[in-house]
């Protein structure tokens, strides 16, 4: 392949990624997985460097505003809560999710059955591992209910 090809090339891949992120700018990025052949579809065009933590953010928000719910739970999405900390007695674990914050709760005492405290944090405070995991069950979930294509 020619040098001139090549460079042609790359720059009709950089239109064509420059097009898909303003499209899910306007119209949000379930809408624009769903006519772009989904998800996974989506990854491979853009790349998983495309998919920062505040994008992450701005996704776990959109599927979570599809519900009637102002919370999930991750009981409702068939999953555990997640366990922030496990230290010195004390369990703290995130179990709802809202757009723009998470709620965790601090058990103690015997067995954890003493609750201790309740606390909203925003998705920016959280570790990237949990907001990972976060990220990821809320896609599992997202898709399970039919609000983003595989």
């Known amino acids: 392949m020619k040098l001139q090809e090549q460079i042609r090339r790359i720059l009709k891949e950089e239109s064509l990624i420059q097009k898909i992120e303003s499209q899910i700018e306007k119209i949000g990025f379930l809408k ?10 989506i990854v491979n065009l853009l790349g998983e460097d495309f998919f920062t933590d505040n994008y992450k953010i701005k996704i776990i928000r959109e599927i ?4 009637d719910e102002e919370q999930l739970s991750f009981q409702e999405m ?8 496990d230290e010195d007695g004390e369990l703290t ?3 709802f999710i809202s757009p723009n914050f998470v709620t965790a709760y601090s058990y103690g005492g015997y067995k954890y059955s003493q609750d201790l405290d309740d606390m909203d944090l925003n998705y920016e ?6 907001l990972n995991d976060i990220y990821i069950t809320v896609l599992h ?3 399970d209910s039919g609000v983003l294509k595989e």
């Open 64 to 67: 979570i505003l599809t519900t």
């Open 125 to 130: 405070e959280l570790p990237r591992d949990v």
């Open 32 to 41: 624009a997985s769903m006519m772009l052949g989904g998800f996974e579809h």
């Open 78 to 85: 068939g999953e555990n809560p997640l366990v922030l900390s």
């Open 141 to 143: 979930y997202g898709m």
């Open 93 to 95: 674990q995130i179990e």
